[in-house]
Every structure is written in structure tokens, then in C-alpha cells.
């Protein structure tokens, strides 16, 4: 990286560097319309953003961007993608305008050492980052930069490239994954989507087993998910809403504290669930 780039980078990470290292969230993001519905879980966001330091920049991990190779976004000003279909015109007509931080893509790309990271000048927000940052920031006024999730590789390569971001933490960059725990879109109870949280068994199974290996620390059988029974196959058929957790997990400390929030099944065969590591 150029000095000057160098000294770009510390203009932005520098305020936060001496304090406290920022936490990690995995936000459970359902529905696209939760970033114009009034809800529990969209007031779940808001109150994890006015309760945590204000980062310099956001990097968040997105199950909606997968890519063969790892690529972070590096563009000025990202565009607002609406991914997504079926929807009220309103949900197309939302723009969540945050700036980009090509020093944090470069400073992304090089501290990660066992994969070559491509800078992408194309992609910008999908509704995985906006419908969610959106409640955390409502002003738009945090850089945010978007990873990419390599689908040709297994969960343990995912963790392990996470650690390597470990140092942006203690920069005052937020890491934030998007995903859902449980997301088995071909299974959903349209007719139970309002109403009465309701989960089927084997959604709630594999939800209760994944937030005792959350709180137990034992990330491995997490990394194994493909070894833990029939509720994991059911509540994981494609990994990408999975994985964005294995990031989040992976920059935790030890001693560090977890919140779980948001913990409520929808529509039967999806969870809302979400984590917070980390207390600043």
C-alpha cells in the first residue's frame, strides 16, 4: 500500500485505536422488509447501535454476495442493491447511501494472507448489509465495505480467514455478519408468517443446539455443521445464510461476553437469531 494510502487509512482507524476493541454482531436479517417494518427485531438493531462505541467503518459479511475467490468492495460511494423480488414498491425505493472506504478494502486485502482479495468496483450494498445497517445507522454516515463469501470453500477455511480480521477490531471497525442461523426458504409456513412466533421441531432442534455451541465456546462442531444430525440439514440445505456466523464467531476472545437477541423463530423454517460479542 502507497504512504499515502497509509496515511488515509490511520486518518480513519486512528480516533478509536487506543480504546476498547469494538464488538462483532451476526445479525439474523429474514425478510428484506424488515428494513421498513416496524418490528421487534428491527428495534433489536437499533438499540445494539446506540449501545456500542461508534465505529470509524463497518465491514460486514453479507450472505447474499458470493463470489468464487474473496473480494471486498472498494468503491467511493456503494449503490443500494434490491436482490430480491415480489416486493412493495417501497422497499425498491429505499437507497441507504453510506459511503465507501477504499482504505479499508486495501487494509482488508492485506492483512489477509492465505487467499489472494480482490478489490470489486461493482457490487455495492445488498439488502443483506442495508436492511440491517440501516437500523443500526439510520444516517447513512458510516463507511461500510462489503467481503465476499467464497462458496468453493468449506466452513473451517472461512473461520480461518476470519481470525486474520481480528486486528480491525482494535481499529474501531465494526465486523458484521448477515445472515440466519436456520434459513430453509423451500420449508416456510407462508400461512404462519404473522401471528405467533412458530418454528417446526427440527428448526427450534437445531436453533437450541447451535446457541449452546455459541455459548460453550465450541466452535468446532459449528465449523462441522454438516456432521450434527438431521436438524442441521434441514436448517442449513445451502451454507451462505450459515456462514456469515463462522465469521462473526471467529473473532471472539475467550473472555469475552455473548448476547444473544432477537432469539424467535419466523414462518416455521427461519430464525431471527442474532449475537453480540464484545461489551464496547
Given at each position: ?200 421441531d427440527w428448526a427450534m432442534e437445531a436453533n437450541e443446539k447451535m446457541k449452546s455451541y455459541i455459548m460453550d465456546d465450541d466452535h468446532q462442531s459449528l465449523i462441522n455443521f454438516d456432521k450434527q444430525g438431521k436438524s442441521f ?8 445464510h450459515y456462514l456469515p456466523l463462522i465469521y462473526t464467531l471467529s473473532l471472539k476472545d475467550s473472555n469475552e461476553e455473548i448476547e444473544i437477541f432477537n432469539d424467535q423463530p419466523v414462518g416455521g423454517s427461519l430464525t431471527m ?8
Open positions: 500500500m502507497h504512504s499515502k494510502k497509509l496515511k488515509e487509512l490511520d486518518k480513519i482507524i486512528s480516533p478509536l485505536s487506543a480504546t476498547k476493541k469494538m464488538p462483532v454482531l451476526f445479525l439474523g436479517h429474514g425478510s428484506p422488509m424488515n428494513a421498513i417494518e416496524e418490528n421487534e427485531f428491527v428495534r433489536s438493531f437499533r438499540r445494539v447501535g446506540q449501545e456500542i462505541a461508534i465505529p470509524n467503518a463497518i465491514l460486514c459479511i453479507s450472505a447474499h454476495w458470493e463470489t468464487k475467490g474473496t473480494y471486498v468492495t472498494a468503491m467511493e460511494h456503494p449503490r443500494t442493491i434490491h436482490d430480491f423480488g415480489g416486493f412493495p414498491k417501497e422497499l425498491f425505493e429505499v437507497q441507504y447511501l453510506a459511503p465507501g472506504s477504499p482504505e479499508l478494502a486495501e487494509e482488508t486485502k492485506d492483512i489477509i494472507k492465505n487467499t489472494e482479495v480482490g478489490l470489486d468496483y461493482n457490487w455495492g450494498l445488498d439488502h443483506g448489509a442495508w436492511s440491517v445497517i440501516k437500523h443500526l445507522y439510520p444516517k447513512a454516515n458510516i463507511p461500510v465495505v462489503q467481503m465476499s463469501i467464497d462458496y468453493t470453500k468449506p466452513a473451517q477455511y472461512h473461520y480461518e480467514l476470519a481470525q486474520q480480521l481480528l486486528t480491525l477490531r482494535n481499529k474501531g471497525i465494526l465486523i458484521v455478519g448477515s445472515g440466519n442461523m436456520v434459513h430453509n426458504l423451500r420449508m416456510v409456513a407462508w400461512d404462519k408468517l404473522s401471528g405467533d412466533p412458530f418454528a417446526y440439514e434441514l436448517a442449513i440445505p445451502t451454507p451462505e437469531t442474532s449475537v453480540k460479542i464484545g461489551n464496547s
